[in-house]
């Protein structure tokens, strides 16, 4: 008797835990966290922290197969010190993703990993420059490309609505472009590389 009883809790519990995440054919995710990144050129490295916030839209073509691809825009907004001056970072960086999910979940949630590739980002960095001796306000801008890779995980909370959390790491080179200072153009040929650690937490809704 007891041990009929616990087989048919232990099918329940299977039923109930172990279940098909439910996807639509398209999902669309809106995050937002913390960015700590790293810009290194070739005089120094500097640390910039801030936010970032994050959206993406995936389409998963073939029922049954856990895996979507999609685009994703991230729009950090970071502050640290440029040639030793303060700096503030804004950017818009577009990357093309392959994500692919568990296809069973565990009570609600579903581990998922992403990849991808950052075709443009553009940056702007307000800060200060040293010219003859006086200090000016500038705003540089950059265009950047790199890689992306994310991990995480949803938790179901409705049918098709889901709750995530996500660790993103990117890697990207930046190219400053022309900027005036004073009335006089600049140039610089120093490239920068910059990566990038981003905790973040969101939504997900499937349609």
Known sequence: MLQSLFKSMLIITMAIGFTRTSYGLISAQAMLGTD??????????TTFDGTSLGVAVYLDPIPLVPVGFGLGVSMPSISGKNNGLDADITGLVVDLQ?????????????PFAKLGYIPFGAYKMKTKVDVAGELLDTTIPMTGSGTHFAVGANYSILPLI????????????????????GGTTFKLDDDLKKSS???????????
């Open 98 to 110: 392959v994500m692919a999910w568990t296809p069973i979940s565990f009570f609600g949630i579903t």
């Open 197 to 207: 650690t981003n905790l973040l937490v969101g939504v997900e809704v499937g349609i």
């Open 36 to 45: 700590s990144s790293k810009i290194k050129g070739s005089a120094e490295e």
């Open 162 to 181: 889901s709750v995530l959390f996500q660790i993103s790491m990117r890697n990207e080179t930046l190219e400053y472009e022309e900027f005036d200072v």
